[in-house]
């Protein structure tokens, strides 16, 4: 057995139970059965792969450091990027923070199980593997009766996105065979990641707290909730005071191997298919401005969801690929996943249609500025 092959890595199909949950919900028996195999195997210092309600998750047990390393390797993760502790009972919260501000039990209160990241006072329990070092630690519960239960069962779990460090994070349980085959023992398949976007991280060490990563709760909903105005991020990839806070957001991310280009009007477009006209090309675009669209050229294929495989395209020769969403929420949810399926079709050029950076569209704009940087 080869190094980086050191597992015939298994699919735990659990989408039947793919969906959110309360706090109160207790975890089915059949559920834990499923997932008995994964249980175990993070219990044994493995790690393993699953569904959340934003992205999959690459989950080993918090407390194991030999575990932790092992994601660190699968990855290729720099050192210095510090894992989010992933929760399933409020009660658990103050085993792996200290000093825990008022505001933080308010917003979890609110928001979770839910995808919001709070950056708190760490204790001295957690290994240093998971935190980088830092006297912080980023907890969430994340909002997926799959995820909840393995915490319940095996947690509490670090898990950082279940890519390659670098790629898209994952949003079906295919992109994390495709990244990381025989380095894990188990894949959960939750389906499609609900949100397709990784939770929002907000700093409470500081004040006012600070966004260092906008995701899956906009800021404004934070501001309108608390009556705080919120500290500034700033989504430039080479923004200093960010980049010593959340480290994990001075590397180039969610990257798709074509060039990524974002443009703005139906205009913009029909100039587009002047220059790129073929398959080499594909454009995510609202169905509204793609109405719009009055291009010379009428030969396109146009898609309104991502396929599982890319072999499921068979009309694409010469044309250009046009992925159309209904609303921000199907443009943020599909994303990633069409990132990685230009990528199995040799696309080289990504066009895809800016959105307003406020409100839903902040997280959607951060991750399309960070993935076209370095281009
Ligand atoms: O939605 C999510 O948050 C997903 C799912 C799997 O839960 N997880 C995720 O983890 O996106 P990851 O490791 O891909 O991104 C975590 C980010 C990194 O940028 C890291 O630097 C930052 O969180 N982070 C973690 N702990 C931190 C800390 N103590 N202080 C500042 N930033 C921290
Ligand atoms: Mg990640």
Not at 25 to 43: H, Q, R, S, Y
Request: net charge negative; hydrophobic share 40%; glycine share 6%.
């Amino acid at each position: 057995m080869s190094k980086s092959n050191q597992f015939d890595t298994k699919i735990i199909q659990a989408q039947d139970f793919a969906r959110g949950v309360s706090f109160e919900e207790k975890a089915e028996p059949v559920l834990i059965d499923l997932l008995g195999p994964a249980i175990k195997a993070i219990k044994e210092g493995e790690i393993v792969a699953f569904p959340t309600e934003t992205v999959y998750g690459l989950g080993a047990s918090a407390f194991q450091s030999q575990a932790i390393k092992k994601i660190y390797a699968a990855k290729g993760r720099p050192q210095d990027n510090p894992l989010i502790v992933h929760l399933a009972d409020l009660n658990d919260l103050e085993k792996l923070a200290r000093d825990i501000p008022d505001l933080a039990y308010k917003l979890f209160n609110e928001f979770a199980p839910g995808p919001l990241t709070l950056i708190l006072k760490r204790q001295t329990i957690i290994p240093n593997e998971v935190t980088a070092g830092l006297d912080t630690v980023g907890i969430r519960f994340p909002n997926s009766l799959i995820s909840r239960t393995l915490i319940q069962e095996a947690g509490p779990l670090v898990a950082p996105s279940a890519n390659l460090s670098g790629k898209p994070s994952p949003t079906r349980a295919k992109h994390v065979y495709d990244d990381l085959y025989g380095k894990l023992p188990y894949i959960i398949d939750g389906g499609s990641s609900d949100i397709g976007l990784e939770s929002t991280i907000l700093d409470l060490t500081v004040y006012p707290p600070q966004i260092l990563r906008p995701g899956g709760i906009s800021k404004k909903l934070l501001e309108e909730f608390l009556d705080i105005e919120l500290g500034n991020y700033s989504s430039k990839p080479d923004a200093p005071d960010l980049e010593a806070k959340a480290p994990g957001m001075k590397y180039r991310h969610y990257a798709p191997q074509a060039k990524l280009d974002t443009f703005t009007s139906a205009k913009d477009l029909e100039n587009l298919f002047k220059i790129h006209n073929s398959d080499s090309l594909a454009v995510i675009v609202s169905e509204k401005t793609w109405q719009d669209c009055k291009p010379v050229n009428s030969d396109f294929l146009v898609l309104n969801t991502i396929p599982n495989q890319s072999e499921e395209v068979q009309l694409h020769e010469g044309k250009p690929l046009i992925i159309t969403y209904s609303d921000l929420d199907q443009a943020s949810h599909d994303l990633f996943a069409a990132f990685r399926f230009f990528d199995d079709l040799s696309i080289q050029y990504i066009y895809v249609q800016a959105a307003q950076d406020q409100g839903k569209g902040e997280a959607f704009m951060n991750r399309l500025n960070k993935a076209k940087s370095d281009k």
